[in-house]
Nanobody, 121 residues
Framework: QVQLVESGGGLVQAGGSLRLSCAAAGSFFSINAMGWYRQAPGKQRELVATVTSGGSTNYADSVKGRFTISRDNAKNTVYLQMNSLKPEDTALYYC???????????????WGQGTQVTVSS
């Protein structure tokens, strides 16, 4: 069984920084893309950033230049470095990973449990 375990959320003042981590645990063949999404109260879940197994990245316009996504394939872990945080970044942040259980299977998406990020003004 595969699990995504997140850590690193918390409360920070505007302009501050936080680093989120998400590690894939369990038995699987490989991990394709990994990413971070967020959901603020009363809003839909939105993409924050993604990174492919080869290291190509994609960001939401709202976080470009402030957030950096990276991954350590040896540790099956994805990171989100968040700088210059704004109150509007406040949300529950979810890790997502497309994981292959075997070489003969394309993969399916898994979600973490979410980690709260709160930015005070």
């Amino acid at each position: 069984q595969v699990q995504l375990v997140e850590s690193g959320g918390g409360l920070v003042q505007a302009g501050g920084s936080l680093r989120l981590s998400c590690a894939a645990a369990g038995s699987f063949f490989s991990i394709n893309a990994m990413g971070w999404y967020r959901q603020a109260p009363g809003k839909q879940r939105e993409l924050v950033a993604t990174v492919t197994s080869g290291g190509s990245t994609n960001y939401a316009d709202s976080v470009k230049g402030r957030f950096t996504i990276s991954r350590d394939n040896a540790k099956n872990t994805v990171y989100l470095q968040m700088n210059s945080l704004k109150p509007e970044d406040t949300a529950l942040y979810y890790c997502n990973a497309d994981i292959r259980s075997s070489p003969w299977y394309q993969g399916r998406g898994y979600w973490g449990q979410g980690t709260q990020v709160t930015v005070s003004s």
